[in-house]
């Protein structure tokens, strides 16, 4: 079992950065590999990225690649992402979860174990 706590969400200007972590519990967390979604009202859960379970590789849907950044630390059961030139169509609850598998993936279905979310709020 893993249980994952999202921070560092906030209200910020367009154009800002913020940064998102997500601590795990468990011991297994450096098999996993981990991705972040968000949720904006009245729309459908959204891809953001995922990282491997190492850190050495990552992927990002298009509507965010070049500006956000994930990143992980094994040691720390932590999983980051960095968010830069923001913009109000950011804005949404933003979920970690960690998938069962050590590779990349973007499919909602591979993933195992969900955050609560942290809400980010990008105003214009």
């Known amino acids: 079992q893993v249980q994952l706590a999202e921070s560092g969400g906030g209200l910020v200007q367009a154009g800002d950065s913020l940064r998102l972590s997500c601590a795990a519990s468990?011991?297994?967390?450096?098999?996993?590999?981990m991705g972040w979604f968000r949720q904006a009202p009245g729309k459908e859960r959204e891809f953001v990225g995922s990282i491997s379970s190492t850190g050495d590789s990552t992927y990002y849907a298009d509507s965010v690649k070049g500006r956000f950044t994930i990143s992980r630390d094994n040691a720390k059961n932590t999983v980051y992402l960095q968010m830069n030139s923001l913009k109000p169509e950011d804005t949404a609850v933003y979920s970690c979860?960690?998938?069962?598998?050590?590779?990349?993936?973007?499919?909602?279905?591979?993933?195992?174990?969900w955050g609560q979310g942290t809400q980010v709020t990008v105003s214009s």
């Open positions: 979860a960690a998938s069962r598998y050590n590779s990349i993936t973007y499919s909602p279905g591979r993933y195992a174990y």
């Open positions: 468990g011991r297994s967390f450096s098999s996993y590999a």
